[in-house]
C-alpha cells in the first residue's frame, strides 16, 4: 500500500509547493511510482509539472473528483514524467468548499477516491493550500503523516505551532493514524545568521522530527517552475536537486 504524505503550512511562501514538486521528482528518479495530488487552487503544483492550468479538459480536475462529477481514475494524468502522475488544479478549486455546504462526510471526499488508487503508488504526495479549509481537512483525513516545509526566517515558529496544533485536531476528532512526518527547513542560507539563529530556536522548542536535509537558497531552484521542470530536470547537478534527493533517501528510509 503507498504512503500518503500531506505537504502543508498555514504560512504561504515556505517552499511547500516546491518541496511537492522536487521531493516527488527525486522519489520517481530513485524508481519510486509517486502520485501527485494538486489541493492548491492556485494551481502551481500543476504549472510547476509543465502542465497548463488555465486549459484542461473537461472532468480533469480535483475539482470535479470533490463534486463527484468524476471518479479518480478520470482525472489522473498519467506518467506526465517518467513514474510520475498527477492530478491537477487551477482556480476553479476555490468555489468548492462554497458548492460543498450542507454535503455529508465532505472531509473524507479525497480519501474515498484515493483509497481506490492507492495501491498503486509507492508514494502519494498532497501540496495543500496555504490556509485551513475543506481542501488541507480533505487532505489530512487522507494522508498517513505530514510533512511541514518552513522557511528560515522570523515567524517560522509562529505558523508552525498553529499547524501542530491543526495535525492534532485533526487526529484527534477525524484521522487517528495521521502522524507528523518532519519539519524540514526551505531556503536555508549557512552565511546568514538568522537562517542558523531559526536553525536552533526550531530543534530547541520543537518535540517532533526534523529532518536532517535542509534546502537551500538556490537561484537554479527558483527558476525550475518557470520553465515547468522539477529541478532534477532543470538543473540536475545543481545544490537544490542533490537536497531533494537527500531529503527523498530520508523519506523512504521512513517507510522501511
Known sequence: MGKVIALANQKGGVGKTTTAINLSAALAEKGKKVLVIDTDPQGN????????KNNLPDNSTIYELMLKDCSIFDCIRKEILPN???????????????ELIGEERKEFILRNEVDFIRDDYDFVIIDCPPSLNL????????ADSVIVPIQCEFYALEGLSQLIHTVNLIKER???????????????DS?????????????NNLEEK????????????AEAPSFG??????????????????????VIAAVK
Open 174 to 188: 477525524l484521522n487517528p493514524d495521521l502522524a507528523l512526518e518532519g519539519v524540514v527547513f526551505t531556503m536555508y
Open 135 to 142: 481542501l488541507t481537512i480533505n487532505a489530512m483525513t487522507t
Open 210 to 221: 526534523i529532518f536532517e536535509t535542509m534546502i537551500p537558497r538556490n537561484i537554479r531552484l
Open 229 to 250: 521542470q522539477p529541478i532534477t530536470l532543470y538543473d540536475s547537478r545543481s545544490t537544490g536537486a542533490e537536497s531533494y534527493r537527500k531529503l527523498a533517501d530520508e
Open 84 to 98: 510520475i502522475s498527477l492530478m491537477p488544479s487551477n482556480v476553479n478549486l476555490a468555489a468548492v468548499e462554497i
Open 191 to 203: 552565511r546568514t545568521n538568522l537562517s542558523n539563529q531559526v536553525v536552533e530556536n526550531v530543534k
Open 45 to 52: 503544483t500543476t504549472s510547476g509539472f509543465g502542465i497548463d
